[in-house]
Nanobody
Framework: QVQLVESGGGLVQPGGSLRLSCAASGRPSSDYGMGWFRQAPEKEREFVAAIWWRGGGTYYADSVKGRFLISRDNAKNTMDLQMNGLQPGDTGVYYC???????????????WGQGTQVTVAS
């Protein structure tokens, strides 16, 4: 299975920006997408954004639309999440995984990475 490693988290003030990266140990399947999910303390893990590995179509949770931008580099087997206009509600551990659409959201499958902590606070 493809193993994933996230990086780029940190502490940022409200309104600030961070760029997360996800590196895959091998080439993700072109039949699937890749997604970012996050988990805030005492909350369930939720979908944030996804991208089709083959065509590059992108999808976002309503809470991050217009602020976050997902991208991938097929040659490097990496996926990034540019996060702008960060708010305290964006705080959580961010994970990447392979993903597939499921109704109006995306569901992960396969292995999770170890996650990267994002904290938005003044």
């Amino acid at each position: 299975q493809v193993q994933l490693v996230e990086s780029g988290g940190g502490l940022v003030q409200p309104g600030g920006s961070l760029r997360l990266s996800c590196a895959a140990s091998g080439r993700p399947s072109s039949d699937y997408g890749m997604g970012w999910f996050r988990q805030a303390p005492e909350k369930e893990r939720e979908f944030v954004a996804a991208i089709w590995w083959r065509g590059g179509g992108t999808y976002y949770a309503d809470s991050v639309k217009g602020r976050f931008l997902i991208s991938r580099d097929n040659a490097k087997n990496t996926m990034d999440l540019q996060m702008n206009g960060l708010q305290p509600g964006d705080t959580g551990v961010y994970y990447c995984s392979q993903a597939l659409p499921n109704g109006n959201t995306w569901t992960h499958f396969g292995l999770w990475g170890q996650g990267t902590q994002v904290t938005v606070a003044s």
